[in-house]
């Protein structure tokens, strides 16, 4: 062979490679089941938010079995009744290093009982002491809170709205949270419904209403992988 044609043959070579390896990226999400095992979460009667929370893991990777997703790698910090500290979670997502997590919460409000509806919780934007780390750190607040975005605008057109009526918001995360704080990936803390709430509680205790929220979370998850291609 020539040394010009060593040259093409070299350059197509590596081309390919690129391409392949390209098409092999995954879009990677850690779906992290809040609480789990002593760590019971809130507790409203006979509901402990630990079950609820493993409960939908369970519903969105039987979606994600049934309708699989091509380019879609879907990974779970838990999938059973066993504790895991938050430094344990951040030591699982950094270890994974996914393009999104995910972790799924339901919340509970010891005083009253009116607080109710769906929130999104991304990390907040306080500005980073460290300056060589300003920039990934802005990065992965813009991307939470692009992805998180997502999941908004999704909201109104699944039955959580249409059906379930649930009113939905979306916070920066105010309070110290190790899973945002100590992690160096985009996040987002998903706050289901208030066990607190009566009418919330209502939505909780129907089996259809869990399939509805897994299926949201499924969908959103498509949408953000379609969207970051
Ligand atoms: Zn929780």
């Given at each position: ?104 919460h339901f ?33 992965k607040v ?8 997502i ?63 897994a ?15």
């Amino acid at each position: 062979m020539s040394p010009d044609k060593l040259k093409k043959f070299l350059f197509i070579l590596i081309l390919l490679t690129f391409f392949s390896l390209a098409a092999e990226k995954k879009f990677k999400v850690v779906i992290d089941p809040g609480h789990g095992g002593t760590n019971i979460g809130a507790v409203s009667g006979n509901i402990e938010e630990k079950d609820l929370t493993l409960a939908l893991a369970a519903k969105i990777r039987a979606f994600f079995r049934k309708h699989p997703a091509e380019g879609i790698e879907i990974v779970f910090t838990r999938m059973d009744d066993s504790s895991m500290p938050i430094k344990e979670r951040v030591e699982f997502i950094e270890q994974h290093q996914p393009d999104l997590f995910i972790s799924l919460h339901f919340n509970s409000q010891k005083v009253l009982s009116t607080n109710r509806g769906f929130e999104i919780y991304y990390p907040p934007d306080f500005v980073s002491k460290d300056p060589a780390s300003t920039a990934l750190f802005y990065d992965k607040v813009n991307r939470s809170f692009y992805f998180g975005s997502i999941f908004r605008d999704l909201y109104f057109k699944a039955n959580l709205h249409t059906t379930w009526r649930l009113p939905l918001n979306m916070f920066s995360q105010k309070y110290n949270f190790g899973l945002f704080d100590d992690t160096t990936v985009p996040g987002l803390l998903l706050e289901v419904a208030y066990i607190s709430s009566p009418e919330d509680r209502a939505c909780i205790e129907n089996p259809l209403f869990t399939a509805d929220v897994a299926w949201f979370i499924y969908d959103a998850i498509i949408q953000i992988s379609n969207k970051n291609n």
